[in-house]
């Protein structure tokens, strides 16, 4: 799994941490942004060459789709009490993405992946994933070095590569 899918949702967490905080972010595997359980944010990642990337970030700022138009509750950010302009969101994301990929270059994505396991939406409980049509239940343990879930059944540990998580 790419290391830019883990700076792009970590620097998503910390720019909201800091125009909003208090508020309790969390990330579900490997990029949803959640705020008390409910989706804020989506990330989505193309390769659009072999050399470059297009990063798409929808973050909810003064509203969110209708509970009935959607799998999961999902919130906004004027909703929970914090009026915050695109531009100042914008601006303190770029930083905190500047910071984080300087950070991966330098220190390897371990240390981003400590950062994002910091922000781990059920980290320790029990999930469900949808891989490839197939329902997997087990305890969500982490990530591993590359990025993969890992999901504890009974006594084997799972490494899951692509899937949706449920709670």
Same mark, same amino acid.
């Given at each position: 799994?790419?290391?830019?899918?883990f700076?792009?949702?970590?620097?998503?967490?910390?720019?909201?941490?800091?125009?909003?905080?208090?508020?309790?972010?969390?990330?579900?595997?490997?990029?949803?942004?959640?705020?008390?359980? *409910?989706?804020?944010? #989506?990330?989505?990642?193309e390769?659009? &060459?072999s050399?470059?990337?297009v990063i @798409? $970030?929808g973050?909810?700022l003064v509203?969110?789709?209708?509970?009935?138009q959607?799998m999961?509750?999902?919130?906004?950010?004027?909703?929970?009490?914090?009026?915050?302009?695109?531009?100042?969101?914008?601006?303190?994301?770029?930083?905190?993405?500047?910071?984080?990929?300087?950070?991966?270059?330098?220190?390897?994505?371990?240390s981003?992946?400590?950062?994002?396991?910091?922000? *781990?939406?059920?980290? #320790?409980?029990?999930i469900?994933?949808? &891989?490839?049509?197939k329902?997997?239940? @087990? $305890?969500?343990?982490?990530?591993d070095?590359?990025?993969?879930?890992?999901?504890?059944?009974?006594?084997?540990?799972?490494?899951?590569?692509?899937g949706?998580v449920?709670?």
């Amino acid at each position: 799994m790419s290391d830019l899918v883990f700076i792009v949702a970590v620097s998503v967490a910390e720019a909201l941490s800091s125009v909003a905080q208090g508020i309790d972010i969390a990330i579900k595997w490997p990029n949803d942004i959640l705020v008390s359980g *409910a989706k804020i944010c #989506g990330i989505l990642i193309e390769g659009a &060459s072999s050399e470059t990337v297009v990063i @798409g $970030i929808g973050i909810n700022l003064v509203s969110a789709p209708p509970a009935d138009q959607i799998m999961y509750p999902a919130v906004d950010l004027l909703s929970l009490g914090f009026r915050v302009e695109r531009e100042t969101l914008l601006k303190a994301y770029l930083s905190y993405f500047d910071a984080n990929i300087k950070q991966c270059h330098e220190q390897g994505f371990q240390s981003i992946r400590d950062k994002w396991l910091r922000y *781990a939406f059920n980290l #320790g409980k029990n999930i469900k994933i949808n &891989s490839g049509g197939k329902i997997l239940e @087990g $305890i969500f343990k982490g990530v591993d070095e590359k990025g993969f879930l890992l999901l504890k059944q009974d006594e084997t540990i799972t490494r899951i590569t692509v899937g949706d998580v449920f709670v």
